[in-house]
C-alpha cells in the first residue's frame, strides 16, 4: 500500500482564495478541436469598482467551488487533448507539434495567461526559445512556457529528506509554493518513501514538476555514487516518467576530462548531481554515461514529452570560481547537448549558477544563448555576493533580477535557509515572494506587456490612500496588511 | 531640563562584541600632527588560527574596554584636531583643506578605514567626488568618507513620532543600526522632543548624523507649510547645526515652475520635503525661498562643515512615474546649486530615488554625474517594482545593489515597513543588513581591493565544513547561527 491509497495519512492543505482575491476564469475558445480552455486568473476586486486580472499558478486549492481530496488528485484537465492526438515525425512533443505548425491546446491556454498571440507562443517554440514542460503522464498539470520572451518564471524546490518531514508536510509545501506564485515545482526528497512522495505530489499537482533522477538512483545503490550503472539511471528515469514529471535534471555536461579543472577551485563541486557524476567518472575513470548514453535518454524522453534541464554539475559554489573554465566546459558540452536532443524532438533548458558577482551575470547569459542555441536559461540565483548566510534568499534576488533581465526565462528560488539548513513552510513563501518580485522587476525592465499594469494599479491606491486595495494588490497581503496595523491597528486608518 | 540631562530617562543600549568578533585597533600614524589615530576594525577569529578585520561602524559600543554612559557621550575624538587648525580661503572644510593640499587626520583615518591610500582620499574630495560630512560641532563622530571610488555606504533612517516611540528607543535603535553597519544616520524625528532627542543621538553617535532641518522648521509653524519663512527655516539650521549634525537634506531644487510637471503622475509628489515646498511655493507663488536664499546657507554650513545632501524633493513615487521631466528638471537645478555649493568651499552630494525600474537606473546615475559634476549620489533605494509592499527593502535591494554599482555611493536604507508604518528594532536590523548585502554586491562588482577577501574566506570555511567560522564572518551571526540551529542543533554538527 503506497502513501497515497493510504487514506490514513491526512493531507490537510491550505485552500481558499487569497484574501482580497477571487478566482476567475476566462473562457478560450480553441478552433482546431472545438474545445472551450478555462484558464484561470487571480480577479483582484478594487473598491472603485474596478479590477485587475492577474496570472495565476494556485490551482483548483484556491477556487471555492472546487472539492479537493488529496487521495484521488486534481481534475485530469490535459487528458483529453493527450488522447486525441498522434506524433509527427515520430515524435508527440510540444517541440514536434510547434515545428510542424501545429498549434496545440496548450499553446492556445499559454497565450491567453500570458497575453499573447498563441502563433507566437508556437513560433518561441519551434525554435526552441521556449519549452512547455509537459508530460504526457501529468495530464493534471496547467499548461505553462519558459522562455526569455515570456513572463520570468519561478520554481520552488521542495520535498523530504532523510532528517525532517512527512509527505503531508510536502504536499502542503507544494499547494503553499503554488499559492504564492511557484511556476513549477522541484521535488527533490531523498530517504525513505521517494516514490510515494512524488506520485502524491504530481496527481495533486497544477504546475509542472521537475526532479534531478540521479538522487533516487544513488538511494538505490546504498549512496554510493561508484556503483550506479546505466541501468539503474535509466530504469529510474523511466519509473519517474510513468509518474508523470515533465522535466528533469540531467548532470550530462559533467565529463571526466573536466573534473581536474575544479581542483584550484575556492569552493570545488558544489552541486550534489555534479559530485556524484564526478566521483563516478573518477571511480571509473570513464566517460559519464549519462554522456554515452545521451541518445537513449533522448528517446526516453520524446516518448513521454519530457523536458530535459541540463544541469550545471561544475557550477561555481562562490563567487571567487564564477566564470571559470570548469564552468564554461561544461556549458559547452550542454550546447553541444541541446541540439542532439533537439534532434530528437526533445524540449530543452539549461541550468545556471549559482553564485556570481553582479559585473559578470551578463556574460553567463550571452554565452549560454550563443552555445545552447537560446534554449531557456534555468538559474539558481545566483548570489551577488557569498557574506550573508541567512539572507540568501535577497543575495540571490540581486542576481536572479540581474540574470532574469538579462534573459533568463526561469529563476530556482533560494529560501533564507540556503546553506544553512531546511527551509519550513515559512521558508517557502518568503522564497517564492522574493523570487517574484525578482522575476517581476525583471518583468518590467523587458516591458512585458502585462507587467507595468499591476504596478500602477498599486501605485494609484497607494496614492489615494485605498490602503485595502493596497493591501490586496500586493504580492502577499496578509503580510502587507499585518505590518500596517502593527504601527496603525484602527480600522479608519485604512480607509482615510 | 532637557531629556539629556534628565537622569531619570534610562537609556539602554546594546553593548559588547558580535558574535564571534572583538574590536581592534589599527595605530595608523599622522605625520603632519604627530599624533597616533586609532582606526577601529572587527576582527573575526578563525578556528584555523587566523582571522579577517572588517570595516567597523559600532563605535565604542563593542568594545568591552569602553565604558558607556548615554548621559555624557562617546569620547570627542576630533575635538583636538579640530582646534588645532584654521580655515584655508576663508573655509575650515574638508573640501577647503583638500583643495589646499592639506590631508587632514580625518583623510588618514578614512584611508586607513578603506585600504586606500591618503592622497587618494584627498584628491577625491578636493574634486568634490567624495565627501566627508563632518561637522565640527560632533567631534565625536569616526571619519567616513562617501563617494563612489570608496566602499559604498549605507544610511539608516531613525527618529521619533508623533505616534510611537521614545528617545530611549531611538537612542538604542542609534546603536542598533551602527552595530549591524549603518554608516550615516538620519535622524527624521518629529512631533515632541525633536531637540532632545536630535542632541542625544548625536551626542553618543560614532557615525555622522544626517537631517531634513525642513521638518523641525514647519512643527515651529503648526505644520502649517504656507507660514514658513526664510528666518524661521534659517534659525532651524543654525540650531541643529551648532548641536552637530553633518549633514543636511536641502530640498532647494523644487521650483515653482516644476510644480505643474507632476499633475499628470500616477504618484504626484511623495516626499515630504518636497511637498512642503511645493505647497510654499503655491501658497506665495514665489519661488522657493530655499533657492533664493541658497548662498547664505552656503555660508552657514561652510561655517561648521556641514555637508549638503540636496533633495529630490521631485523624485518619482512609482516606477510609472521613473525619469520624468519633473525629476530630471529638478535635478538640473541641484547641478547648478552643487556649482554655487562648492564655490562656496561646501561639500555637497545629491539625493536621488526612489522608484526605478531596473532598465532605468544606469540613466540616474549618468545623469546625475554630468549635471552635478560627479558629486556623491545618494539614491533611496530604488525600488525596482510597486509590488510587494510588505518586501521592500528586497525589491529595493535589488535597485540598491543596481544603481551602487553604477556608481552611487551611499544607500539610504528601506525597512519592510516601508509605505506601511514605522519600523522597529528589528525592522532597523533587516534594513541595514539588507543594503549592507547590496552595497558589498557593488562593491565586489566595482572591484574595491577589499571587498573579495570577506566572500572568499566565509566561501572557504563553508567549503571546509567550518561552520562557526562561516556563522562568525557572516553579516548577521546570529541569525544564520540560528537557522542552521533549527535543522541540526547537535553541538557536533557545527563542526563535521
Known sequence: MTALDDRSVQSTVTTGPITGSEKVYHDVHDPDSGRTLRVPQRRVGLSNGSHLDLYDTSGPYTDTTASIDVHTGIPATREDWIAGRGPVDGASTQLAYAKAGVTTPEMRFIAAREGMDPEFVRSEVAIGRAVIPANRCHPESEPMVIGKNFLVKVNANIGNSAVTSSVPEEMEKMVWATRWGADTLMDLSTGKRIHETRERIIRNSPVPVGTVPIYQAVEKVDG??????????????????????????????????????????????????????????????????????????????????????????????????????????????????????????????????????????????????????????????????????????????????????????????????????????????????????AAHSADLAKGHPRAQEWDDTLSRSRFEFRWQDQFHLALDPDTAQAYHDETLPAEGAKTA
Chains 1, 2 share one sequence.
Open 224 to 437: 554510493d555514487p561508484a556503483k550506479l550503472t546505466w541501468e539503474i539511471y535509466r530504469d529510474t528515469v523511466i519509473e519517474q516518467a510513468e509518474q508523470g514529471v515533465d522535466y528533469m535534471t540531467v548532470h550530462a555536461g559533467v565529463l571526466l576530462r573536466y573534473v581536474p579543472l575544479t581542483t584550484e577551485r575556492v569552493t570545488g563541486i558544489v552541486s550534489r548531481g555534479g559530485s556524484i557524476m564526478a566521483a563516478w567518472c573518477l571511480a571509473h575513470h570513464e566517460e559519464s554515461f549519462l554522456y554515452t548514453h545521451f541518445e537513449e535518454l533522448c528517446e526516453i524522453f520524446r516518448d513521454y514529452d519530457i523536458t530535459f534541464s541540463l544541469g550545471d554539475g561544475l557550477r561555481p559554489g562562490s563567487v571567487a570560481d564564477a566564470n571559470d573554465e570548469a564552468q564554461f566546459a561544461e556549458l559547452r558540452t550542454l550546447g553541444e547537448l541541446t541540439h542532439i536532443a533537439r534532434s530528437h524532438g526533445v524540449q530543452v533548458m539549461i541550468e545556471g549558477p549559482g553564485h556570481v558577482p553582479l559585473h559578470k551575470i551578463a556574460e553567463n547569459v550571452r554565452l549560454e544563448e550563443e552555445l545552447c542555441g537560446e534554449a531557456p536559461f534555468y538559474t539558481l540565483g545566483p548570489l551577488a555576493t557569498d557574506i550573508a548566510p541567512g539572507y540568501d534568499h535577497i543575495t540571490s534576488a540581486i542576481g536572479a533580477a540581474q540574470v532574469a533581465w538579462s534573459g533568463t526565462a526561469m529563476l530556482c528560488y533560494v529560501t533564507p535557509k540556503e546553506h544553512l539548513g531546511l527551509p519550513n513552510r515559512d521558508d517557502v513563501k518568503t522564497g517564492v515572494i522574493t523570487y517574484k518580485l
